[in-house]
Nanobody, 115 residues
Framework: QVQLVESGGGLVQAGGSLRLSCTASGSIFNINTMGWFRQAPGKQRELVAVMTTGGNTYAADATKGRFTISRDNVKNTVFLQANSLKPEDTAVYYC?????????WGQGTQVTVSS
């Protein structure tokens, strides 16, 4: 079982930046995918960006050019640098971990962008 601990959410004005981090612990297979999804009120959970241990990245069009995902494989930590934030980026951001066909989720961290 994999546990995920997120940090870095908060309230920011439009145009501002936040950096989210998520650290995985437990039974971690060394080939995996870590990243971020988000869920706004009344909407489905959607992909923000994920990255494999090999460095392949998959990101949503809505965040390309503004959000950057990175990871530290030694520390089993994934980061999301979110710049030029918009009110429509307001959501609960969930850390995601996948390996060997199994998925784990963090508890979520709230990101609120005021206009």
């Amino acid at each position: 079982q994999v546990q995920l601990v997120e940090s870095g959410g908060g309230l920011v004005q439009a145009g501002g930046s936040l950096r989210l981090s998520c650290t995985a612990s437990g039974s971690i297979f060394n080939i995996n995918t870590m990243g971020w999804f988000r869920q706004a009120p009344g909407k489905q959970r959607e992909l923000v960006a994920v990255m494999t241990t090999g460095g392949n990245t998959y990101a949503a069009d809505a965040t390309k050019g503004r959000f950057t995902i990175s990871r530290d494989n030694v520390k089993n930590t994934v980061f999301l640098q979110a710049n030029s934030l918009k009110p429509e980026d307001t959501a609960v951001y969930y850390c995601h971990f996948a390996a060997l066909g199994k998925t784990s989720w963090g508890q979520g961290t709230q990101v609120t962008v005021s206009s």
